[in-house]
């Protein structure tokens, strides 16, 4: 199955915004453009999340969509559960949570619309196959 | 070029659609979405401030000790206060779910709405505070509108993206997204 020719052009685009939302590790703690707290851990997450969501867009698999999806609902839900405690394991924010949050939603929307997109081709497909024989 | 006409007669000019209008309110859409995203960063749990009088409490009490709307302050004082942690931890996901959902535009006019009763709530809080400049939440009040006006997920968002498969399908959340989309 494959996703819809939009679907991969949005998992392209949500992996660069993951991507470069990786700089605000290099904004100081007090800059006015620091909109999302991202330590180094958050890096890595991010990279994750951009290279996996890259890949899911190249192959055009649902399923990879969703394992993005999961992987950034529970990066999300870990920082909103440590976030102002002792451990914090990624040393974000409430910031870092809500942007995981944002992301964990786009690749969800985009596994929805792959899944669907690719629902709809192999029935136009298997219409067309009978249409022919029949 | 697409004049209409309105029920009374007169040519009705409609909203610029063309690619640069689309643009800018997915442009809009995306900045408040950071506002929300920015801000949910300075509401620190476990006591969001209580116990040092900064921080989220330090800003609801304002409430109390610059009064905006009697009603709301009694409101403050009686409930919100007493039960701090407890509205702290509710501002802060709605405030995370803010950024979230506006930034991917997913049931944006949902969002945007509760956006407009957030930016209320924030406003009745702190708008006699010293050294606030009213027009700020004037101005949040008015993007969330525009935001609730154009739909602005549809443009480079996931309610664009969605729509047509919400459209076809026969489910009930579909048909509750397609509304509030």
Not at chain 1, 45 to 67: D, E, H, W, Y
Not at chain 2, 1 to 12: A, I, K, N
Request: glycine share 10%.
């Amino acid at each position: 199955m494959t996703a819809s020719a939009t679907a991969v052009r949005g998992g392209y685009a949500t992996s660069a915004a993951a991507a470069v939302a990786t700089l605000f590790v290099f904004a100081p703690r007090t800059d006015a453009i620091r909109f999302v707290a991202v330590t180094g851990p958050v890096v890595v997450v991010l990279l994750v999340i951009a290279a996996l969501g890259a890949l899911a867009s190249r192959t055009g698999r649902p399923a990879l969509f969703a394992a993005v999806a999961g992987v950034a609902l529970a990066a999300s839900l870990l920082q909103l559960a440590q976030f102002g405690r002792d451990p914090n394991w990624l040393g974000g924010n409430g910031s870092t949570a809500s942007f995981l949050g944002a992301l964990a939603l786009a690749f969800g929307g985009l596994w929805y619309a792959a899944r669907n997109g690719a629902r709809d081709s192999a029935h136009v497909s298997r219409t067309r196959r009978a249409d022919r024989s029949g | 070029m697409h004049e209409t006409v309105s029920d009374r007669g007169s040519p009705v000019e409609p909203l610029d659609t063309g690619r640069g209008s689309r643009g800018a309110v997915a442009a809009v859409r995306v900045v408040v979405g950071m506002l929300w995203v920015a801000n949910s960063g300075w509401k620190t749990p476990p006591d969001f401030g209580q116990d040092t009088g900064t921080g989220l409490f330090r800003f609801t009490r304002y409430a109390v000790e610059h009064p905006v709307f009697p009603p709301y302050t009694w409101l403050v004082d009686n409930v919100v206060l007493p039960n701090f942690v407890l509205f702290g931890y509710a501002v802060l996901l709605l405030e995370a779910a803010l950024g979230a959902f506006l930034l991917v535009g997913l049931a944006t006019r949902l969002w945007a709405v509760l956006g407009m009763v957030q930016t209320t709530a924030i406003t009745l809080s702190v708008l006699n505070a010293p050294d606030e400049f009213p027009w700020t939440y004037y101005l949040m009040f008015a993007a969330h509108v525009v935001l609730f006006a154009t739909a602005a997920g549809r443009t480079a968002g996931l309610d664009g993206l969605l729509r047509p498969l919400w459209h076809r399908s026969d489910g009930r959340v579909a048909r509750i997204l397609m509304r509030v989309s």
